[in-house]
C-alpha cells in the first residue's frame, strides 16, 4: 500500500470514527453538539479535529448527510421487498420502514425533524437526500396511473397550491402527475413524519398505547386517500 492511499485509509476511518462519537453524544446534548464536546469522548484535544470537521456546522452536515441517506436505504429496501404491483403494500412497506429506522435511531430523527439547530443553515446538498423518501411514495403513486380511485374531498385544491404543485411536478420528471395526486401523497408525507414525530418527541405519552396498530392505521387511512388499491 502507498503511503497516500495508507494516509487516504487513516483519514476515513479517523472520519468515521469521529462521526460516530458524534452520533452518540447527539444522545446526551441533542442538536447542541460541540467539537470540544466530541473531542473530549475521544479523549483528543479539539484542534486534531479541525483537519477533519473545520467547524462544528461541518460535523452537523456529515451527519445530517449519513441520516437522510441511512433513512433513504431503509425506504428504498423495504419497496424493494414488495412486489411492484402491490402498491398499497409498498406504500405500508416504505412508511413501516421511516418509522422503524426512528425509533432505532431517535438522536438522529430529532437532527432531521426536530427543532432547528440555532445557527445552523444546511447547506444546498442537503436538499435532495432529504426528498428522498417522499419522492419514494410519489413514485408509488405515479406507479398507479389509471389504477388510483382516491375518494372526493370536501373542498377543492386551492388555485396557488396547484400552482406550487404544478412548479414541482415539472421540476421532476415525468411532469404528468395531477397536481390533485401530489397533493394527496403530501397529505400522506406529513402525517408520516408527523405521526412519528408525535411519538419519537413523547406527544402520544398516556394517550394512545397500541403505537402499531394506531400508526398502521393511520397509515392505511392515507393509503385510501391516495386511491391506492
Avoid at 29 to 44: E, F, K, Q, T
Avoid at 69 to 93: H, M, Y
Avoid at 138 to 143: F, K, S, W
Avoid at 186 to 206: A, D, M, P, Y
Amino acid at each position: 500500500m502507498s503511503a497516500r492511499s495508507l494516509r487516504a485509509r487513516i483519514r476515513s476511518e479517523m472520519t468515521e470514527e469521529i462521526k460516530e462519537v458524534a452520533r452518540r453524544r447527539l444522545a446526551v446534548d441533542g442538536a447542541n453538539l460541540s467539537l470540544r464536546g466530541v473531542a473530549r469522548d475521544m479523549d483528543i484535544v479539539p484542534s486534531a479535529l479541525y483537519r477533519y470537521f473545520p467547524s462544528r456546522d461541518d460535523l452537523l452536515t456529515a451527519l445530517i448527510l449519513d441520516a437522510y441517506r441511512a433513512l433513504a436505504a431503509e425506504a428504498e429496501t423495504a419497496d424493494a421487498k414488495v412486489p411492484t404491483a402491490d402498491l398499497r403494500g409498498r406504500w405500508l412497506a416504505v412508511c413501516s420502514a421511516v418509522r422503524d429506522w426512528a425509533l432505532a435511531h431517535p438522536a438522529e430523527y430529532g437532527l432531521l425533524y426536530g427543532s432547528p439547530v440555532p445557527g445552523y443553515f444546511a447547506p444546498e446538498d442537503t436538499v435532495a437526500p432529504a426528498t428522498a423518501v417522499v419522492f419514494r411514495l410519489v413514485a408509488i403513486a405515479q406507479e398507479g396511473a389509471g389504477k388510483l380511485t382516491p375518494p372526493p374531498l370536501p373542498a377543492p385544491l386551492p388555485a396557488p397550491v396547484r400552482t406550487d404543485l404544478r412548479r414541482l411536478i415539472e421540476q421532476k420528471p415525468p411532469a404528468d402527475m395531477p397536481e390533485d395526486v401530489l397533493d394527496r401523497v403530501f397529505v400522506g408525507w406529513t402525517q408520516l413524519f408527523g405521526l412519528i414525530s408525535f411519538e419519537i418527541f413523547g406527544r402520544l405519552n398516556g394517550t394512545i398505547d397500541a403505537r402499531d396498530e394506531y400508526f398502521g392505521h393511520h397509515m392505511n387511512v392515507m393509503a385510501d386517500l391516495v386511491g391506492l388499491p
